[in-house]
Each structure stands twice: as C-alpha cells, then as structure tokens.
C-alpha cells in the first residue's frame, strides 16, 4: 500500500498581534497549528526582562550590569543590548503597597523613561496587587499612547480598569493572567471581550511554574488551550500566549542557593541560566508566543532554540 | 471531539414570509433570519427553496449569494427537491468557510443526491431511508450502508456524508424513539456523523411541552453521538442544552460566561 502521510488539519487560527510600533514593531501569533509544526506563522518572540527593584536579584546581575542595575532606563538599554531580545518587559515592582509602595507617578515617569530608552516593543508588568495595578496601568497606558505597549496583566479584580483604559481608551494590548487555570483563561477572555477590548488587542498570560515545580499543570493548561482554539475553533481562546518565566525560574533553590549554600550544585549562575533556559524552553514548545526570561544567556539560547528549530 | 454543529433551518419556503421573499427576491426578510440564527450560534444555514421546479436555478444562486456577500461566506446547506438548482447554487458557493452541503439523499429515489454530492465536492445529509420512515435498525444500517458505498464508490470520504436516522414523532410511535437514539450510537460506532431534523419529535405537541422534548431528546442523541442537527438556533432552551451538552462531552472548554460568548 503507499503511504498516506496523515496530515491535522485545523478549522482555527491564532489571531496576529502585533506590539510595539513603526520599524521596532514585532508580531506574534498567526499559526494555524500546534507549536512548530506547520508551515506558516510560528516563530517565539524573546523578550528581556528588568524591575525597578533589583535587590533580591542574583550577584550574576551585578556583575553583568554593574551600576545599571539601579537606573531601569540605563538597565533596559543594557538588557536590550546584550541580550538581542525582542522586547523589554519592566516590572514596577517598586508599587507594591506590601513593599516600597512608590506613586503611580513615580512608576510611570519609570515606565515612560525606559520606554524612551529602547528602541523595541515594551511588556509593562505591575507589581501583582490588583488594586494598585489597575490604577498604575491605567496611568501607564496613557502615558505611554501611541506606543501600544503590552498591559501586563488584567486579573479577574481588575480586567474592568485595564481593559477599559489599555484597551480601549488607549489603544495598548491587554494580557490577560489567569495563572494556569484553563476555564479562567477562557473567562477572563471572554469578559474582556464584551467589555469591548478587541480579540486582537488580547494576549493570555496563562501563566508558568518553574521546570519541576509542577510545570505538568503548565504543559497541560497550554496544549489545551491551543488544542481548544485550534481543533475546536475556539474564538475565545485564540489569543497569542505571552509568558514571563523569569520571576518563577530565578525563585526556585536551585536558582537561588549560592555556592556557598551547596557547593555541590556547582555554580549558581549556571544554574539559574538552566533553570531559565529549561522552563522557557518547556514554554516554547508548549505554544507561548512570546517567552520571556531574565538573563541574557537565557534569552540568547532560546533565540537560538527557536532559529534552530525553525531551520 | 468537535463540537455540536448547529445547521438554522429557518430560511425554509413553508414560512410564508419567506416564501414572499422568495417570490419577490427580496432580501430583508431572509437576511433578517439569517443574521437572528447567526447571533444565536448557528454555525451553518439551511437554504430551503421547496420544489422549485421552475425558475429554481436562479433562485438558488441568488439565495447562495445573498447569505454569503452578507454574512461572511457563511457556509450553506442548499436545500430543494430540484438538483439543478443545488448544482446551480454550488457553483456560486465560496467554500472559504466550509464546503456545500446537498440536503439531502436517501437510499431511494433520492440516491443520485449523493452522486451530486460527489461529483461537486459537496458533503451531503443521507437520510437512512428509502421510502418513508424505516421500519427498525436493521433497515436503517443497511440503507446507511447503501448510501456509504454510494458515496465512497464515487470518491467521497466518510465523514462527508452526514446520516440521518430520521427522528419520529412521539405521538402515535413513542415505542421506536430508543431505536432512533440507538441507530445514532450504531452509526457513530462505525466513525460516521450524523445530522437530523430534530423537531418532528415533539410535533403534534403542546407548544410548552416541545422544548421539552426537543432538548430531553438531543441530549440522549448527544450522548450517543450525534454530531449534527437541523434545528431553530434561535430556541433559547434548546441553544443553551447544546452549550451544556458539548462541556460535559468536552467538546468545549467550559468558562463561567460560555452562554454569553
């Protein structure tokens, strides 16, 4: 008998966004398959990240940004550079009302500065209180018009704020986070849709563990996600993926443990590389349409994880 | 699995508003009943033209049109006694959303429907029957089985013939409902689809009671199996029982608004 290579077809798309604006502008999404398999549309957008607060970072850090490491303007361009990421995320972190609760002025005016000092698309991150960011990202999405950064992220108690503002008001792309909970992904879309945010201008923040910290939920909450939006056409679920690894990678003992703590590990630098490299990678090939990590090695691997696969 | 499709069968000629329009060519009427099946999340529309003998090429491709220049290419079932005028509406048909589908062949006089289907790259619904209702499931499979061979003899695969088991009323033949819901289970056993006209079973009925059944009765059709069915989109209770029905078989991905997407 000859053989018949039996080929899926799929009936859905995942939508094209694109974040950033004129020649720096990148695009994610657009595949009509699963991760790396089809012809046409998948290639992983690597972002870099920083914060406004780096204290607890690693001492690698140190060492490769010396004092850049407390200016996020200087850091971005620095990250940007020796990384050849394809876009920056910043993290004001600086807001949390828990921590050093700076303004929503002070944190915008960061924003706004790095934003200045690169030349690719920016992921603005909140400081993961609800109730300040949606105020912050509101702020930052005016600030920042006509950038059309990514909003990074609605949650269920804020969608309403940073929907409206981000997505509508200011015409900057919404992510969605929902934390590795499939239904919640779908809902939180779903909502942010009748509120009148366009599916394009929505990306899923699915969320992510660290590579052996239950990243088995992660794998399965991904390839459902896109199993569902491809296989079954689901409208709702047809958001490009973004993921930021590097707060779960950097946070883990194999990460965090210095040589001092368990010499027997080897070095820490490494280590925290391949604990990034290893998480983002899981990522990649699971659908994340942008991965984003935090140490230039780790972002330079995957580059070359994602060109190598590609051919 | 895939989802339940949902084919809107209320673009029919016996409604006669839509008869008039027919006659008139005139769009607002058929238009207004495709967009309501639309927003109420039919995936394809039934073009029901009736008999049509004369002027039913025509009248075809100006229907096939009309649905499709309005509403994105949505895709059709063309639907009429006449095969003239469903070859007709095939060539104007844009495929961009989903191939044609002939409604419908039976195992009887109506076979050639499926050669129809063939020959144009259309699928078609195949009424597992000859002439009227079949008498039990062994008359049921082996029409079935006709109509498969029918179809793949002239290249066709499997799944786009979609079966119908033919739904009987249950005033006057409650006894056979079961082997209705059985012949489904047989026929998705052998990897086939099905389709049906689901609203015979509750005719004759008192109009609070036909949801009722209707929604009892797709229900046990979905579980065993039932891929497809002709019905009114637009019935909430009916819409909101296939939503229900595809979470549980997963076919879909269950989120707190899925009603409301």
């Known amino acids: 008998m000859p ?52 204290d607890e970072w690693s001492d690698c850090f140190g060492t490769i940004y010396g004092d850049d490491l407390k200016n996020p303007a200087a850091l971005a361009k620095a990250a940007v550079e020796k990384s050849g990421a394809d876009f920056l995320l910043i993290k004001l972190e600086s807001a949390d009302p828990n921590g050093a609760d700076n303004s929503v002025d002070n944190c915008v005016a960061t924003a706004v500065a790095v934003e200045a000092a690169i030349n690719v698309p920016l992921v603005v991150e909140g400081c993961k209180n609800a109730e300040k960011d949606a105020k912050l990202l509101e702020k930052v999405a005016q600030a920042l018009e006509g950038k059309n950064v990514v909003l990074f992220s609605a949650v269920e108690d804020n969608y309403k704020t ?56 992660v794998a399965s909450t991904m390839d459902r996600i896109r199993l569902a939006a491809l296989g079954q056409n689901d409208e709702a679920l047809q958001m490009p993926i973004i993921t930021n690894v590097s707060n779960e990678a950097w946070g883990v003992k194999e990460a965090v443990s210095t040589l001092e703590d368990a010499p027997e590990w080897g070095d820490q630098e490494a280590r925290g590389i391949g604990m990034e490299v290893t998480t983002a990678s899981a990522c990649v090939v699971g659908g ?24 | 699995m895939s989802k339940f499709m949902v084919i809107g069968e209320r673009i029919h000629c016996i409604s006669p508003a839509i008869r008039q329009a027919f006659a008139d060519r005139n769009p607002e009427p058929i238009l207004l009943r495709a967009k309501e099946q639309l927003e109420a999340g039919a995936d394809y529309l ?27 290419n949505v895709p059709i079932a063309l639907d009429t006694a006449n095969m003239k005028a469903i070859e007709a509406g095939i060539q104007v048909y844009n495929r961009s959303k989903g191939k044609p589908i002939v ?11 499926v050669d129809l289907a063939a020959a144009n790259d259309a699928m078609v619904i195949a009424l597992c029957s000859a002439e009227g209702v079949p008498a039990n499931n062994d008359e049921r499979i082996m029409y079935c089985s006709q109509l498969l061979e029918r179809g793949m003899e002239r290249g066709m695969e499997p799944t786009d013939l ?14 056979q409902l079961v082997d209705v819901l059985e012949a489904i289970q047989m026929i998705t056993d052998m990897g086939l689809l099905t389709t049906g006209g689901l609203s ?8 609070h009671i036909r949801p009722l059944l209707d929604c009892a009765v797709l229900a046990m059709a979905m579980q065993c199996g039932f891929s497809s069915a002709i019905v009114n989109p637009c019935d909430k209770r009916l819409r909101e029982t296939i939503v229900a029905c595809d979470i549980i078989k997963n076919n879909i991905l269950y989120a707190d608004s899925v009603l409301e997407f």
């Open chain 2, 200 to 207: 015979n079973v509750s005719n004759g009925a008192p109009k």
């Open chain 1, 288 to 311: 994340s349409n942008a991965i984003i990590v935090r140490h230039p090695e780790s972002a330079k691997a995957i580059k070359s994880l994602v060109a190598g696969i590609i051919g």
């Open chain 1, 162 to 217: 940073i929907g409206a503002a981000g997505g509508m008001a200011y015409g900057q792309k919404v992510s969605a986070e929902s934390a590795v909970d499939i239904n919640l992904a779908k809902q939180l879309n779903i909502l942010l849709t009748q509120l009148g945010v366009k599916s394009k201008d929505i990306i899923m923040d699915v969320g992510t563990a660290a590579a052996g910290y239950g990243f088995e939920y």
């Open chain 2, 46 to 72: 039934d073009l029901n033209i009736g008999p049509a003998e004369r002027g039913g090429e025509e009248l075809m491709q100006w229907g096939v049109k009309l649905l499709q220049e309005n509403f994105d």
């Open chain 2, 103 to 113: 409604n419908s062949a039976d195992a009887g006089d109506r076979i050639e429907y």
């Open chain 1, 3 to 54: 053989y018949k290579k039996a080929e899926q077809k799929f009936s859905g798309k995942i939508n094209v966004c694109e974040i950033g604006v004129g020649d720096a502008a990148i695009s994610i999404g657009g595949e009509n398959s699963l991760p790396f398999l089809g012809t046409e549309g998948f290639k992983t957008a690597v972002g870099i990240a920083i914060s406004d607060v780096t």
């Open chain 2, 162 to 175: 979609w079966f119908d088991p033919l739904f009987i009323v249950i005033k006057g033949m409650q006894d």
